[in-house]
């Protein structure tokens, strides 16, 4: 108890009972932490940001179309598993070393797995009974302290992957009968491991830059790609969101006065449309946005001006990206309540048309919306959904996200509005969606969310949501089908993802639930 190292190498599964008594009553021998890496065997370097496919880019969303997992890297060498680092005093990568780490499989068969439990006499004795009753091998163990709870203590092990089935029971056994926090960070089999996800809001700055098309560079078919002041503009916007981490104020940009001619035309056509045409939540805030953020035909808004009003309606704020991110990454920005934002704005020569988001897109399109507390919990369930999920539900979800948040329909008043930021940035696709030309389908998840789609025409399908209410309920409902080993909530106070997969922190959240229910009923007496 007071630094002592434990690190055993055991080649049988009966070596628990050649320990000392004393030993073997222990609850945890912690590691003396080590300056340059987290464990006593030495420094071992952060798992690299996740790797994105750079294919399949939806021009008008922040998402990519196609299957982009954003996966860690395999570990440098066969047989050396990656645990992350944390840097002296920096309390924003407390949670980094409890992420769950992709598949990173050792060539030998070992499984990796790192567990938490609570300082009390024969835990530890406990845990390791449960591995020699399977008949489990364990062939390394380490341990520390915890650097996320004072009252618990790490354990890192290397075991056989000689019994799948038997190690299933007793990481269930771990989370449900003991209580003890469980990663895996190897396995064999694919279906068993998570991709890894950003657990606090600083961990975003890991994939930020991760874009997949445009930025600095333009397509041969890009209205500025012959414009070298246009290009060389666009990487001035580029630098700034590469440069920017998360706590910084949004650098302002002085917009030169072609590029105010190009938004003022944008800002002047599609305000003469909104009122019969967008839904009521965009009419309500619009007004709202002209006065506090300066959303003016001869004034481009500031990101950072629309950021602090977005925080404080609904605790989204806006991150500056220099292009299309994969739709992993920006479903989990999401999540945290961050919208991965563009601050450049289309070429002159079209100022009706844009190949990928603009600055003219996410701000009249999509920060009206985000600023509405019903579509802001809709939009961030979208995201805690794709947290950990799948490749194939990722790409159900940014289908989803494309027939609602970028091209939805609601029904409001006995008719039909739009709300989805891909019209409402559109003169044409605004005044197409809602007349007779396109069908007009019932917003039902299992068939949103395998509907192909077009990105450079006009759709030929929408789909209605009842309310946005409705649309919440229905993408909570859909999230409960995602085969993931947890559930996941969003701590607004630490800004972190909270994975729900013990019963300690289902006491947590249950006593933070009853807290709000008393609030509840405290309120409705008084009213009464």
Not at 24 to 49: C, E, F, S
Not at 184 to 206: A, G, M, N
Not at 263 to 274: A, C, D, I, P, Q
Not at 383 to 392: N, Q
Request: include cysteine; glycine fraction near 8%; hydrophobic fraction near 35%.
């Amino acid at each position: 108890r007071s630094g002592l190292r434990l690190s055993v190498q055991a080649t049988s599964p009966g070596w628990l009972a050649f320990l000392p008594p004393t030993w073997r009553r222990l609850v945890h021998l912690p590691l003396q932490p080590r300056r340059g890496g987290p464990w006593a065997t030495g420094p071992i370097p952060p798992p690299p940001p996740p790797k994105c496919c750079r294919q399949g880019s939806l021009p008008l969303a922040g998402i990519c179309g196609s299957v982009c997992g954003g996966l860690s890297e395999p570990a440098e060498s066969p047989g050396t598993v990656q645990l992350p680092r944390r840097g002296q005093g920096q309390f924003a990568e407390v949670a980094e070393e409890t992420s769950y780490i992709e598949d990173n499989s050792n060539q030998n068969g070992a499984i990796s797995l790192i567990f938490s439990l609570k300082e009390e006499v024969g835990a530890l004795a406990k845990v390791l009974c449960l591995f020699e009753e399977k008949d489990i091998n364990l062939t390394h163990i380490e341990s520390r302290p915890s650097l996320l709870n004072k009252d618990e203590y790490e354990f890192f092990i290397n075991l056989d992957n000689r019994n799948i089935p038997a190690l299933d029971e007793i990481i269930k056994r771990l989370r449900h009968e003991i209580g003890a926090t469980v990663h895996e960070l190897s396995r064999d089999k694919k279906k068993d491991t998570v991709p890894w996800f950003p657990r606090t809001i600083q961990e975003l700055d890991k994939f930020a830059n991760q874009i997949l098309s445009y930025g600095a560079e333009l397509d041969a078919d890009h209205p500025g790609f012959k414009d070298p002041v246009y290009r060389a503009r666009r990487k001035q916007f580029a630098d700034i969101a590469y440069n920017y981490r998360h706590g910084q104020p949004i650098p302002r940009i002085e917009y030169t006065e072609e590029e105010k001619k190009t938004w003022g035309t944008v800002f002047r056509t599609l305000k003469s449309l909104y009122t019969t045409h967008a839904c009521y939540e965009h009419n309500h805030i619009f007004p709202l946005l002209e006065k506090y953020c300066g959303f003016q035909e001869g004034n481009i808004p500031q990101l950072e001006d629309v950021s602090q009003f977005l925080q404080s309606c609904t605790g989204f704020r806006i991150r500056p990206v220099a292009g299309l991110l994969s739709s992993r990454d920006f479903l989990g920005g999401l999540a945290f309540r961050v919208f991965h934002c563009t601050q450049y704005i289309r070429h002159a020569s079209k100022p009706m048309y844009t190949p990928e988001p603009d600055i003219c897109h996410e701000l009249l399109g999509h920060v009206p919306l985000f600023s509405d507390r019903s579509f802001a919990q809709f939009s961030q369930e979208i995201g805690l959904a794709s947290l950990g999920a799948p490749d194939e539900y990722i790409e159900k979800l940014a289908t989803i996200y494309w027939f609602t948040v970028e091209f939805g329909l609601c029904k409001q008043g006995g008719s039909i509005k739009a709300y989805g930021a891909g019209l409402l940035s559109s003169f044409g696709e605004l005044q197409y969606c809602l007349s007779e030309k396109p069908q007009l389908l019932p917003l039902d998840l299992e068939k949103t969310s395998v509907q192909k789609y077009g990105i450079t025409e006009f759709q030929p399908i929408y789909f209605v949501a009842e309310s946005f209410k409705d649309a919440k309920e229905k993408v909570r409902n859909f999230a409960s089908t995602i085969p993931r080993p947890f559930s996941v909530r969003y701590d607004p106070y630490t800004q972190r993802i909270e994975v729900l997969d013990n019963t300690d922190q289902l006491k947590i959240l249950a006593d933070s639930i009853s807290g709000e229910v008393g609030i509840l009923c405290g309120a409705l007496q008084k009213i009464k």
